[in-house]
């Protein structure tokens, strides 16, 4: 039951793509943001919802692990993606949402031949995954060179940046576009609620509920 003297618990919700796909789950579940907080045009960031108990804040994709990690949110949704990426400790992501399907892939120019020609064994990977990227080429005992970029990826092969790229894809349009081909994947990859783990312990009760909140809203959608 939730305690009437306690600070709204914070839902962090990503900018963007996923927000649109998780619009029908939140309708489900009842806990519907003000109008504004699914207008990307809106300049707040903090939102009252339909439960006074809840408010939401919306950040970048690649911020709702931290926020939830440090405790300025205590639930979240974020792609698959970003937890392989920063493996905070201090999550926990009790449900696959099954929304935001992608992948996370290696790219490399057209007709380039192989990504790693026989004999070498360092590569320059231009991604936004550093860690993801190091993990995945090491297991291939490849010393990955890392051209850390937040964008515009696709450019760094034409470029002489980087021999590959690794990237989130979905439909494969920009690599083609760009002139490069997904010779790779590295991980399946859809949205999942997150939890901080203190705030689990501390507020067990209101945590559960909002969990069981989303459980049932995908229930409802299978």
Known sequence: MTNPESPP???????GR???ALRPVLERTGLEP???C???SSRRLRFPTSDPSLDVVRVRSFDVATFAAYGGADIGVCGADVLMEFDYSDLYAPLDLGIGACRIAVARPKNAGDVLPEGRSRLRVATKYPA???RHFASRAVNAEIVHLHGAMELAPALDMADVIVDLVDTGSTLRANGLEEVETIAH???RLIVNRVALKTRPEEIGSLIE???AALAVAA
């Not at 618990?9 to 900018?15: E, S």
């Open 34 to 36: 003000a109008p504004d």
């Open 9 to 15: 618990l914070i839902l962090a919700l990503p900018k």
């Open 132 to 134: 993801i990227a190091r």
């Open 213 to 215: 909140r989303f459980r």
């Open 189 to 191: 990859v859809t949205s």
């Open 18 to 20: 996923i927000l649109k």
């Open 38 to 40: 699914l207008d990307e």
